[in-house]
Structure formats: structure tokens, C-alpha cells
């Protein structure tokens, strides 16, 4: 088996650049892609992220660049997503993770691509944003989804803990967003708990580098995949000031993901 370039985050396609990696290094794929999503009408999803998804209320985000491949229908979604499953798991342990966001429109589409990518659907993990837009006279929509699986059977004696099914962790402010969409590094370092430490992690969606400073935060390995070259160098620059955290630091981060949930948050067996 061939070394993977670990801790490397590389400005390309993703399916191109997971073609630059030696097939079954993988011990988990957490990923953030494009939801093709947002607005009323089939019209809306074509608009530029900045007016899809930084209204009024969230101008801080709409400072940040605009990002590509947010406009597919359903279909094409489902297609593409199926694509970078497939690939993904070519370069996948047995046994190894999948564990991909997803938010309400697209989660049918997912589970979807999930499972005739040959991956075994296992669940939906809830990320609870607990700040979101209220809208009067409907259900808030504070929540966005994990869709994971493994590929093939999944060892119980893994050296990882119970996690629990349900996050609920502050998503980023929008004036301190470096990326429209980006995810709290506090949820990423929680949901890598589902691989121990020292695993091998790919982000073929990399974005501003949230998952690979998750990843150096506790212990684990990371494989960072950008198309764009603007949130590519602010992963870099990022990457670069995460290498410095102290040790302290990052050794209280590594326990906090390897904790074990409260009775109460442990699922039935």
C-alpha cells in the first residue's frame, strides 16, 4: 500500500485530485460540498452565493467571495455527488468513514448518491446551528445534516468512543466567517471523533480549511482538496497559524474529541 501525501492540501478538481492518491489509504472522507440549494424557486438556485445565502441579516458573510458549483438541479447534484462518492471510496480503507453535510432541500439526493456510490448508508448525524433565521409563522430552519456510512462492515473494535447523534454547537458568526458557508473547526473536531488518532482524512471540498485544522487540532491527518484559488490561500494562511497552536492547546482539543457522551446521549443498542 502506497503512502498518501498526508497533510497536504492541493488547488484542483476534486476528482482530479483524488486520482493522485493511492487507492485504499483513506480512514475517513469529512466533507462540506456546494448544497445546490437555497430560495423558493428552481431559478434561485442559479443565483450567486452571495444573494443566495447572505441576506439583510447576514452581511457579514457577504463580504466573502463568491464560491462555484452551487447551481445544479437535483439530478445533477445526485449524479455529481455519486461521482465523488465513487471515487472517494476507490481510495478508502475497508471499514473506512463517510461522513458528508447536507442541509433539508438535498438530503434525500444524498443518501441517495451515497448508497449507489457502493458506500453503506448508516445514519444522519443533526448539527443543531442553534442561531438561525427566524421566519414568522414556520418551523425555524436551524438545523443541517451529516449523512454517513462506511465502506463495507464496520468493526465495533475501532478504538473510538460512543458519539452522540445530535450536535448543537454555535454555527460561526457571520462577520468572522472566512468562507459563506463555513463550519465551526468546534463540530468538525467533534464529528472526527468517529476515527482515532493519527487516521488519514480527506476534504475533497476544502474550502477555507476548516477540516484540516480540525485535523491538526487532534491528531489526525488531513488531505485538503480546493478548486478555488482565492479559499485555497486563505486555507494555507490558516493551516500555517494552526501548525503554531500550542501543544497544551492542541492536546486538550484531541481528549475533547476522544470524550465519551453522558449516558443520556448514548444511542440504544
Known amino acids: 500500500m502506497k503512502t498518501p501525501p498526508i497533510n497536504t492540501d492541493l488547488n484542483m478538481d476534486c476528482l482530479e485530485g483524488m486520482k493522485l492518491l493511492p487507492n485504499e489509504c483513506l480512514d475517513l472522507i469529512l466533507t462540506d460540498p456546494p448544497y445546490s440549494s437555497g430560495g423558493l424557486f428552481a431559478g434561485d438556485r442559479k443565483m450567486d452565493t452571495r444573494n443566495k445565502y447572505t441576506r439583510t441579516e447576514y452581511n457579514g458573510a457577504s463580504r466573502c467571495q463568491s464560491f462555484s458549483g452551487d447551481n445544479m438541479d437535483q439530478r445533477s447534484f445526485t449524479e455529481f455527488m455519486r461521482m465523488v462518492l465513487h471515487t472517494a471510496r476507490t481510495k478508502a480503507k475497508s471499514g473506512a468513514i463517510v461522513a458528508v453535510f447536507v442541509d433539508w432541500r438535498n438530503l434525500p439526493a444524498l443518501t441517495d448518491a451515497m448508497q449507489t456510490a457502493g458506500w453503506v448508508w448508516r ?147
Open 123 to 269: 445514519g444522519i448525524v443533526v448539527w443543531d446551528k442553534k442561531n438561525s433565521r427566524p421566519q414568522k409563522g414556520r418551523f425555524r430552519s436551524q438545523c443541517e445534516y451529516v449523512v454517513w456510512g462506511s465502506n463495507g462492515a464496520l468493526p465495533l473494535e475501532r478504538g473510538v468512543n460512543c458519539l452522540p447523534g445530535v450536535y448543537s454547537i454555535t454555527n460561526v458568526p457571520s462577520k468572522d466567517r472566512l468562507h459563506q458557508t463555513e463550519k465551526p473547526v468546534e463540530l468538525l473536531e467533534a464529528l472526527l471523533g468517529i476515527v482515532p488518532a493519527g487516521s488519514v482524512v480527506l476534504d475533497p471540498f476544502a474550502g477555507s480549511g476548516s477540516t484540516c485544522v480540525a485535523c491538526l487540532n487532534t491528531g489526525r491527518h488531513y488531505i485538503g482538496i480546493e478548486l478555488d484559488p482565492h479559499y485555497y490561500e486563505i486555507a494555507q494562511k490558516r493551516l500555517c497559524m494552526a501548525a503554531f497552536t500550542p501543544i497544551h492547546e492542541k492536546e486538550a482539543r484531541h481528549e475533547k474529541a476522544q470524550e465519551i457522551p453522558a449516558p443520556g446521549q448514548a444511542p440504544d443498542v
